[in-house]
C-alpha cells in the first residue's frame, strides 16, 4: 500500500450535479431553483431564524423579564424547622438524609438553613448553604453549622 494506491470508500463522493448546463441536462433554464423569488437570485442567503416572512418566532415572544440560566434553586429551612426536628428525633447531628427522611426536602433538593425562629439545642446541622443569621444563632447556640 502506498500513498498513489489510496481511494475514498466506494459510495462516499458523489459527483455534483451540474446545473446551468442546456435543457438537455434536465437542470437547464433555471438550474433547479425555480422560478423569481429570493432563492432563486445569486448571492442569496436566509437570515437566521426566517421564516417565510412571517413573524419569527423571537419576534413573537414577549421580551420581558429575565430567567437566570444558571440559577441555583435551594429548598429553603428556617430554625424553627430545624429546632422541632431536632426536638422529635432527639438528634445531636442533623445531616440531609435525617431531613430527606423526615419528608422536609426531596432526594435531589440543595438544601440552605434560613435564620427564622430560634434554636435553643447545641446540634451540628449539615447543609448546602446557610444564611449568615442562620449560622450564627446555630453557633450561638453552641452547634456547628457545617457547609457541604
Known amino acids: 500500500m502506498n500513498l498513489s494506491s ?6 462516499s463522493v458523489k459527483v455534483g450535479k451540474r446545473v446551468g448546463r442546456g ?3 434536465g437542470k437547464g433554464g433555471t438550474a433547479a431553483r425555480g422560478h423569481k423569488g429570493a432563492q432563486s437570485r445569486s448571492g ?10 412571517q413573524m419569527p418566532l ?3 415572544l414577549p421580551k420581558f423579564g429575565f430567567n437566570n440560566i444558571n440559577r441555583v434553586e435551594y429548598k429553603a429551612l428556617n430554625l424553627d424547622a430545624i429546632q422541632s426536628l431536632a426536638e422529635k428525633t432527639s438528634a445531636t447531628v442533623i445531616t ?5 427522611e423526615n419528608g422536609l426536602a426531596a432526594k435531589k433538593d440543595l438544601v440552605k438553613i434560613l435564620g427564622r425562629g430560634e434554636i ?8 448546602h448553604g446557610f ?3 442562620a449560622a450564627e444563632s ?11
Do not use: C, D, M, N
Not at 6 to 11: F, V, Y
Not at 44 to 53: P, Q
Not at 96 to 100: A, G, H, T
Not at 120 to 127: C, P, Y
Open 44 to 53: 442569496y442567503s436566509r437570515k437566521l431564524g426566517f421564516e417565510g416572512g
Open 96 to 100: 440531609l438524609e435525617l431531613i430527606r
Open 120 to 127: 435553643s439545642l447545641a446540634v451540628e446541622v449539615q447543609a
Open 131 to 133: 444564611s449568615g443569621s
Open 23 to 25: 435543457q438537455g441536462s
Open 58 to 60: 423571537q419576534r413573537r
Open 138 to 148: 446555630i453557633e450561638k447556640a453552641g452547634g456547628k453549622a457545617v457547609k457541604l
Open 6 to 11: 489510496l481511494k475514498p470508500a466506494a459510495g
